[in-house]
């Protein structure tokens, strides 16, 4: 990415409002439609290097969840399954990009478009997973008390984010905690320009804590679904597996999982699966062209 890269990105950025909130929207690019979902404590800006690499021939919309843009409020309700869901379907709606899309999400974003491919066949016409949530992996748990949950958060974590404090030490170290979380986003930053202010926003912080506060109901609801709602038999699948920056002679006990929920998706539809070495789990940053190859292929 060039120095032109942030400049052009903003002038196709957007602020849509979306079932009563706002959202953040980059529409760039023509073409057949791929539609990028987020997960948690991740924004717009991490799809930077697979963006640059599908623009050209295709039409990319990337949208954050509400609360994650500065100068957003974060909003004390929890995210659940159905809301992500339909939140997608409804930035695509409000873009006119109701033809066949393809749909990838990261991680929890992952979750969010197959909860929209099962509550809402017809939408999507085909689905990537990169290093998608697995709910058996990770706290999907039915004795789960998601009001209680909620109330922590509003009572707890949402105050004491918003004090003066907080916010002030967010300020001088959220940028640095961010790199260091997400190696891959140093580069981007260079490109983009701008970006440190986002990245000392107390908001986006307030933003994860919610999200990582109402993850295992939805990974409990996205188990439901799984049981109630199949997904379309012709809607295929790529579910991409991230197997570790360090190279390794086998598969990471991470990428194990993935490829199990890999095995389990493909008695509905069709599955291809991919293992991406020298990958941590932000796959778009660690290995772009990778990434954007996979994409282009399920867009074809």
Same mark, same amino acid.
């Given at each position: 990415?060039?120095?032109?890269?942030?400049?052009?990105?903003?002038?196709?950025?957007?602020?849509?409002?979306?079932?009563?909130?706002?959202?953040?929207?980059?529409?760039?690019?023509?073409?057949? &439609?791929?539609?990028?979902?987020?997960?948690?404590?991740? &924004?717009?800006?991490?799809?930077?290097?697979? +963006?640059?690499?599908?623009?050209?021939? #295709?039409? &990319?919309?990337?949208?954050?969840?509400?609360?994650?843009?500065?100068?957003?409020?974060?909003?004390?309700?929890?995210?659940?399954?159905?809301?992500?869901?339909?939140?997608?379907?409804?930035?695509?709606?409000?873009?006119?990009?109701?033809?066949?899309?393809?749909?990838?999400?990261?991680?929890?974003?992952?979750?969010? +478009?197959?909860?929209?491919?099962?509550?809402?066949?017809?939408?999507?016409?085909?689905?990537?997973?990169?290093?998608?949530?697995?709910?058996?992996?990770?706290?999907?748990?039915?004795? #789960?008390?998601?009001?209680?949950?909620?109330?922590?958060?509003? #009572?707890?974590?949402?105050?004491?984010?918003?004090?003066?404090?907080?916010?002030?030490?967010?300020?001088?170290?959220?940028?640095?905690?961010?790199?260091?979380?997400?190696?891959?986003?140093?580069?981007?930053?260079?490109?983009?320009?701008?970006?440190?202010?986002?990245?000392?926003?107390?908001?986006?912080?307030?933003?994860?804590?919610?999200?990582?506060?109402?993850?295992?109901?939805?990974?409990?609801?996205?188990?439901?679904?799984?049981?109630?709602?199949?997904?379309?038999?012709?809607?295929?699948?790529?579910?991409?597996?991230?197997?570790?920056?360090?190279?390794?002679?086998?598969?990471?006990?991470?990428?194990?999982?993935?490829?199990?929920?890999?095995?389990?998706?493909?008695?509905?539809?069709? +599955?291809?699966?991919?293992?991406?070495?020298?990958?941590?789990?932000? &796959?778009?940053?660690?290995?772009?062209?990778?990434?954007?190859?996979?994409?282009?292929?399920?867009?074809?």
């Amino acid at each position: 990415m060039g120095t032109p890269t942030g400049a052009l990105w903003r002038e196709h950025l957007r602020e849509l409002v979306v079932m009563g909130e706002p959202t953040r929207v980059l529409d760039i690019g023509s073409g057949p &439609v791929v539609a990028c979902c987020s997960g948690v404590a991740s &924004v717009l800006w991490d799809w930077a290097p697979v +963006v640059e690499l599908l623009r050209g021939e #295709h039409r &990319v919309i990337v949208l954050d969840r509400p609360g994650y843009a500065p100068g957003q409020q974060v909003s004390e309700t929890l995210p659940t399954l159905d809301t992500e869901a339909a939140r997608l379907l409804a930035v695509l709606t409000a873009l006119g990009a109701t033809g066949p899309v393809t749909a990838v999400g990261h991680s929890f974003g992952a979750a969010v +478009v197959e909860a929209a491919a099962r509550l809402h066949p017809g939408r999507l016409g085909s689905l990537v997973f990169l290093d998608g949530s697995v709910p058996e992996a990770e706290g999907a748990d039915w004795a #789960h008390d998601g009001a209680r949950a909620a109330g922590r958060f509003r #009572h707890g974590t949402h105050p004491a984010v918003r004090s003066t404090s907080v916010r002030v030490l967010w300020q001088l170290v959220g940028p640095a905690v961010s790199v260091a979380l997400v190696p891959g986003r140093r580069g981007v930053a260079r490109a983009m320009g701008g970006l440190r202010a986002e990245g000392s926003s107390s908001n986006t912080l307030l933003a994860s804590l919610r999200d990582l506060a109402g993850y295992v109901a939805c990974m409990n609801r996205l188990r439901e679904l799984r049981g109630r709602m199949p997904l379309e038999s012709g809607v295929p699948l790529t579910v991409v597996a991230a197997n570790g920056r360090v190279p390794r002679p086998g598969l990471s006990r991470w990428a194990r999982h993935v490829l199990a929920q890999a095995a389990r998706l493909a008695q509905e539809t069709s +599955v291809r699966r991919v293992v991406v070495s020298r990958s941590g789990h932000f &796959v778009m940053l660690d290995q772009p062209r990778r990434t954007a190859e996979l994409i282009a292929e399920a867009a074809r």
